[in-house]
Nanobody, 122 residues
Framework: QVQLVNSGGGLVQTGGSLRLSCAASGRTLNVYTMGWFRQAPGKEREFVAA????????YYADFVKGRFTISRDNAKNMVYLQMNSLKPEDTAVYYC???????????????WGQGTQVTVSS
């Protein structure tokens, strides 16, 4: 019903910036809360950020507050994650996802993108 495609990952140095994008097709995104998650090798998938259907409410994990910003453009069916002051521990595959449930809970998400690799060098 909803297809999500991640892009924008890459290799950056510590302290650098990167913007991730999530393009949606199918049902329009204006009925979903959109989230970003990440998964590093050997670790569980963890919540990064989310934004509600209207764009009026955002949610952030403590480890990205003040560094990452989530935004959405429902008219374009796009969601973004602006990442600044990147650290080596931010290295992971990043996924966008859509939910009608709890923003911080991975099991509440109905649709997932394929992921994009972010690597931060020391």
């Amino acid at each position: 019903q909803v297809q999500l495609v991640n892009s924008g990952g890459g290799l950056v140095q510590t302290g650098g910036s990167l913007r991730l994008s999530c393009a949606a097709s199918g049902r329009t995104l204006n009925v979903y809360t959109m989230g970003w998650f990440r998964q590093a090798p050997g670790k569980e998938r963890e919540f990064v950020a989310a934004i509600d259907w209207s764009g009026d409410r955002t949610y952030y994990a403590d480890f990205v507050k003040g560094r990452f910003t989530i935004s959405r453009d429902n008219a374009k069916n796009m969601v973004y994650l602006q990442m600044n002051s990147l650290k080596p521990e931010d290295t992971a595959v990043y996924y966008c996802a859509a939910t009608r449930g709890v923003p911080e809970r991975p099991t509440d998400y109905d649709y997932w993108g394929q992921g994009t690799q972010v690597t931060v060098s020391s």
